[in-house]
């Protein structure tokens, strides 16, 4: 008889809740919660989007500048009683700053074509966690103080030509280059650590270029058309850092680059 099974009892004896057993309260019913921390999660969320464009003859032109800012601090109780068990606070810092440019043909005729420019400026800053588990062992453990950026630039384009009616050839491409740095500073004093790689820093970079190409016919009965393009998803850090091998106790390597033909 299963039936009641999906009710859950967080009036557990002493034993069964590690939280209860080290001396925690927690509530009585299923919309109660027992935590030892006082903090309320505080967030800050600005954004800004600015799109501009211009008819200059035969050249339309296309400025997207875009703005980010977030900043938190959020208490996480993951025992969800009163005792210090895994009692953590999650600070972190991000700003994003993005522009676009854009060149596309405004004349009318068998010939069209894009050129565009894009910019990024990832920042996150002061990205760490704190637990709190001094009833678990008497500790208090640091993530690390981390800094991690990310900066990118590419140069795309297309054009695309009619070579008959309803008969059209699309030919584009992207050269992206990407860097990426990452800083970790050891935990204050009196925190025990929980990445060993401290201080850490290291910086990557990658660049590729992604080609596409499309022939299509549309007709009264539909569109159809033949493509073949090449995605990229560029490497980095086991976010906020890259992890200690357990068996050589040697860094663990950043992760590689993607790649995908379709």
Excluded: C
């Amino acid at each position: 008889d299963t039936a009641g099974a999906d009710i859950i009892d967080l009036s557990a004896p002493e034993g069964v809740n590690l939280g209860i057993a080290r001396g925690g309260i927690s509530g009585q019913r299923r919309n109660e919660v027992a935590t030892a921390l006082a903090d309320p999660t505080r967030q800050r969320d600005y954004s800004a989007n600015f799109r501009l464009e211009a008819e200059l003859g035969p050249i339309d032109v296309t400025s997207i500048s875009s703005y980010w800012n977030f900043r938190q601090t959020s208490p996480i109780d993951a025992d969800g009683t009163s005792a210090r068990l895994f009692d953590g606070t999650l600070h972190d810092n991000v700003r994003t700053l993005s522009q676009e440019f854009q060149l596309k043909s405004a004349t009318s005729g068998p010939f069209d074509w894009i050129l565009g420019f894009y910019y990024l400026d990832d920042h996150i800053r002061d990205f760490d966690t704190i637990l709190d588990l001094r009833d678990l062992n008497g500790n208090i453990a640091e993530q690390g103080n981390a800094d991690v950026r990310t900066k990118a630039v590419a140069v795309f384009g297309q054009a695309e030509y009619e070579l008959a009616s309803g008969f059209s050839l699309q030919v584009g491409g992207r050269v992206s280059h990407e860097k990426k740095s990452v800083a970790v500073v050891a935990p204050a004093p009196g925190y025990i650590p929980l990445n060993f790689l401290f201080p850490y820093s290291d910086t990557v970079k990658f660049s590729k270029f992604t080609p596409k190409v499309t022939l299509s016919y549309d007709s009264d009965a539909g569109l159809l058309y033949a493509t073949y393009s090449r995605g990229f998803k560029s490497g980095g850090f086991d976010f906020a850092a890259s992890k200690m091998n357990p068996v050589t106790r040697q860094q663990a390597a950043t992760l590689r680059p993607e790649g995908l033909d379709m």
